[in-house]
């Protein structure tokens, strides 16, 4: 009969449950482990000051539904309607959303709740419900400064999710040294299928509840998928209505329009630091950019400017994945007519790259096994698993999405020697730009993009160059950089250098202020 004690030595060893969360912060203890940081700072970084879930409600307006063909038989008679223009906008799933002032003055023909318009087309209308969201806000930490990150509205997102994203913000913030924390947070919803008013009147209610929680001095949102300026616009102007000071609260969302208080480059700053990093890694070994060749995976607000930067650098795009589709052409596709086939052209409702005529249709599966000196991963985590990174035929993974890599294919690439260039870095242009709209908008500024881009540029490199030493165990000290206080005096991968970088400037603040902040 064992004795109490061996059925404790027995019994087994129960493992935290893997989640995103917990994955994202493999790096963390590992990087954690190896500098031997102090017990209560590791547990201060280990989970989010807070995590808030709320819920946003609004009423949706009516669509109008289009009936399969076989049903629509059934109406092969009923007249067709003339709305009135400028009260319809058309989804990209094909449904119609239908103001009420398109009914004005047209002669309507309704039959039971159907209705043909000039397309030939029968509709079903279907009167606008009431609908919830559920949204979130985690701050992740302020040791460094204003909880800072960006709104995602996507239908794949949850606690845990943003959980990760506001450390990486955390962790990115410390790498580009901007005074900031981190945070991240937005809605499940698929904007895709919402209309712009009701889009509108979901961020102005999202705002309404976040407001006690941000403030320019105290967490400051941003862009990121599925959100943008004119988003960030509305969040504005609901954070500042009636307030008398109004002026002085601009800094409260970054990511605005230039015309409203953003700063200029700030549209670009992610894909202009992504290919800053890209420019010295090369750079660094004697080459340019020019005829380099890149496969780019997600063409939004990070792909399609870091895309127009490497097309003016004489780089060569060859294949394109986002969420509808692969294009590819050996040749080089053509950046400028591809951003105005997807931006540009407004029959492109989803704003894909699928069917543009520059380039041939390829599967998701080929698209990974592209032969080309780069491969961008700019959409969503998780992209690049252990079976995408067996296939990869490429020297390096440059991230401009957050968290693309699993940590098992993390493995598979420093098996392989595939270099990368991780995330908190790569993609920490535009955070760095957030900051400076930020000051200009506390100083009542305006610089100009040049001035913007320059300090940009001295940011990503001077910041990714003291990574690239922690990784290779070399410290030294240059006109730019000085790796000396970070290194471990032996190598490391890069991505955990970069941790490193990060822990070792959060860690003095804990060192030099305590932990009363
Ligand atoms: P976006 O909404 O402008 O574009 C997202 C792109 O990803 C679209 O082209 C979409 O089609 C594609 N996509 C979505 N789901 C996909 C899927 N399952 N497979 C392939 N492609 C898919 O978003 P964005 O602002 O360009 O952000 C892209 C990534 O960069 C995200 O990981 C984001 O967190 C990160 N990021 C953005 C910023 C910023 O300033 N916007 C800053 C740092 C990091």
């Known amino acids: 009969m064992p004795t ?29 482990d190896l500098m031997g940081l102090d017990k209560r700072i590791r547990l201060e970084l280990e989970q989010p000051d807070y995590e808030h879930i709320f819920y946003v409600t609004i009423k949706l307006q009516d669509r109008l539904v289009p009936l399969p063909a076989e049903a629509a038989k059934q109406f092969a008679d009923l007249p067709v ?13 094909g449904k119609i959303i239908l103001a009420r002032r398109a009914l004005l003055g047209a002669d309507v023909f309704i039959r039971n709740g159907h209705l043909r318009l000039p397309n030939g087309n029968v509709y079903q209308l279907v009167p606008g419900e009431d609908e919830r969201f559920k949204a979130y806000r985690v701050q992740h930490n302020q040791a460094r400064g204003p909880y800072k990150g960006g709104i995602r509205y996507h239908r794949e997102v ?13 962790w990115k913030t410390a790498i580009v040294e901007v005074p ?23 961020t102005l209610r999202f705002m309404y509840k976040l407001k006690n929680l941000i403030g320019p001095n105290l967490d400051i949102p941003a862009p990121d998928v599925g959100t943008n300026p004119q988003i960030m616009a509305l969040m504005l102007r609901q954070y500042t209505d009636g307030e008398r000071e109004r002026h002085m609260l601009r800094g409260v969302v970054t990511g605005k ?44 607000n990070v792909g399609s ?33 591809l951003i105005a086939y997807v931006y540009d052209n407004p029959k492109n409702l989803k704003r894909s790259v699928l069917g543009f005529p520059g380039a041939q249709p ?122 000396r206080p970070y290194c471990l005096g032996r190598p490391v991968d890069t991505r955990c250098a970069a941790m490193i970088l990060a822990l070792k400037r959060i860690e003095a603040h804990y060192q030099l202020e305590g932990f009363s902040q």
């Open 362 to 483: 390829i599967s998701k599966r080929d698209f990974w096994e592209v032969p080309a000196d780069m491969v961008i991963p700019a959409a969503l985590g998780g992209e690049i698993t252990a079976e995408v990174a067996e296939r990869l035929k490429t020297k390096l993974v440059a991230e401009g999405a957050n968290g693309p890599t699993t940590p098992e294919a993390d493995r598979v690439l420093a098996r392989r020697g595939i270099e990368l260039i991780p995330d908190i870095i790569c993609n920490a242009g535009g955070v760095t730009v957030s900051y400076y709209e930020w000051v200009q908008n506390k100083r009542m500024e305006k610089w100009t993009e040049a001035e913007v881009n320059k300090k940009l540029e001295y940011a990503m490199k001077r910041n990714w160059r003291i990574i690239r030493d922690i990784a290779r165990g070399s410290p030294r000290k240059t006109d730019m950089h000085d790796s």
């Open 257 to 300: 329009d230039v015309r409203i208080g953003g700063s200029e480059g700030r549209n670009k700053a992610t894909g202009q630091g992504v290919v800053y990093c890209i420019e010295d890694f090369f750079a660094e070994r004697g080459e340019s950019l020019r005829g380099k060749t890149y496969a780019l995976q997600g063409f939004g």
């Open 180 to 202: 900031f924390g981190g945070a991240k947070g937005g809605i499940q919803i698929d904007p895709r299928q919402y209309g712009a008013d009701e889009i509108e009147a979901i």
């Open 158 to 170: 949850s606690l845990d999710l943003f959980k990760a994203l506001a450390a990486e913000m955390t």
């Open 81 to 93: 309607t003339h709305l009135r223009d400028g009260g319809l906008e058309l989804l990209p799933d």
């Open 305 to 337: 400017s870091t895309a127009e930067i490497l097309h003016g650098l004489g780089a060569r795009l060859l294949a394109v994945n986002d969420a509808d589709g692969t294009i590819f052409n050996g040749d080089g596709i053509d950046v400028p007519s």
């Open 4 to 32: 109490t004690e061996e059925n404790f030595m027995r019994a087994p060893v129960s493992q935290p449950k893997r989640t995103l969360y917990t994955d994202a912060m493999e790096i963390f203890h590992r990087a954690a």
